[in-house]
């Protein structure tokens, strides 16, 4: 008597495809709730005849311009890395998360920079409150997003080869490229 043949290799569950999937649904979802109150702010402001941007406070544009010129190389490091992952490519894989991590840093360097030029302390009106309640929180994600960097290159690099991470590594950073687009434009242009 013949044994059957195996079955077929189960589908991949893409678990962290899709909790980074998610991720990035409640990160734009935050990102937008907190721009909707800034503009809800700011619009109150005006309306009582006051300006928005306290008086002598300016906003260093050259910094925050390059801060959003920066993560076309964050994303394209991030997708490199995704190449050069699933052709095994160790060498190419761990240099491109080492310069999206060092990118990052640049980034996380950029906004500190920004904070000190503008001198503007968190208790110096609502302006001061939002403008540091929504930068912070991008910083935090650039934090995250420099972590989530370090565990990728240990899990892939480390033996496992996991491919999933890498991917879910750059689907995290067009996320933050995306909610770095909308702080650009809604605090940093319309101020």
Not at 1 to 6: C, F
Not at 55 to 71: D, I
Not at 122 to 134: K, L, Q, R, S
Request: proline content about 3%; overall charge positive.
């Amino acid at each position: 008597m013949e044994a059957l043949a195996a079955g077929p290799a189960p589908a991949p569950r893409r678990q962290l495809i899709v909790g980074s999937a998610l991720a990035s649904v409640a990160m734009l979802m935050l990102t937008g709730g907190m721009l909707a109150v800034w503009s809800l702010q700011r619009r109150r402001t005006v309306d009582l005849g006051e300006t928005w941007l306290p008086s002598g406070v300016t906003v260093p544009e050259v910094p925050v311009n390059v801060t959003l010129l920066a993560f076309i190389g964050i994303c394209t490091f991030a997708q490199w890395a995704v190449y050069a992952a699933k052709r095994g490519d160790r060498a190419h894989t761990a240099f491109a998360l080492a310069v999206t991590v060092l990118t990052a840093v640049m980034v996380i360097n950029a906004q500190a920079f920004i904070y000190s030029e503008m001198g503007l302390g968190i208790g110096d009106g609502t302006y001061a409150a939002m403008f540091y309640a929504v930068t912070g929180m991008f910083l935090a994600l650039m934090t995250i997003g420099v972590i989530l960097a370090a565990v990728a290159a240990f899990r892939f690099l480390g033996g496992r080869s996991d491919r999933e991470i890498v991917a879910a590594h750059a689907i995290y950073w067009y996320t933050v490229a995306i909610i770095f687009s909308a702080i650009w434009f809604v605090v940093y242009v319309t101020k």
